[in-house]
Nanobody, 125 residues
Framework: QVQLVESGGGLVQAGDSLRLSCLAS????????MGWFRQAPGKEREFVGA????????KLADSTKGRFFISRDTAKNTVYLEMKDLRPEDTAVYYC??????????????????WGQGTQVSVSS
């Protein structure tokens, strides 16, 4: 069993930066993929980015490239989502998720097995 806990969300102004954390516990192995998704009210859950736990592979959604960055600290069992130049359209609940690597592209929510409870990010204009 895997548990994920997100933190770091909040209310910020447009142009600000924010770093989200996802603390993983339980049976996490180096061959796992960690993903970030977001869901705005009335919209489907949207892929933000993903990284392999062992490193060497990172994927970011086109809508966030250049502004969002993913990293992980294996010693702390934590994956980070660094968000810069935030915009009102980035307002959403942000979730981290994980799955054992099975060679997929990992851009769809259905490809992940475990989810955190989410953290709210609100960006005012």
């Amino acid at each position: 069993q895997v548990q994920l806990v997100e933190s770091g969300g909040g209310l910020v102004q447009a142009g600000d930066s924010l770093r989200l954390s996802c603390l993983a516990s339980g049976r996490i192995f180096t061959n796992y993929v960690m993903g970030w998704f977001r869901q705005a009210p009335g919209k489907e859950r949207e892929f933000v980015g993903a990284v392999t736990w062992k490193g060497g592979w990172t994927k970011l959604a086109d809508s966030t490239k250049g502004r969002f960055f993913i990293s992980r600290d294996t010693a702390k069992n934590t994956v980070y989502l660094e968000m810069k130049d935030l915009r009102p359209e980035d307002t959403a609940v942000y979730y981290c998720a994980t799955v054992r690597d099975y060679g997929a592209d990992y851009v769809r929510a259905a490809q992940y097995d475990y989810w955190g409870q989410g953290t709210q990010v609100s960006v005012s204009s």
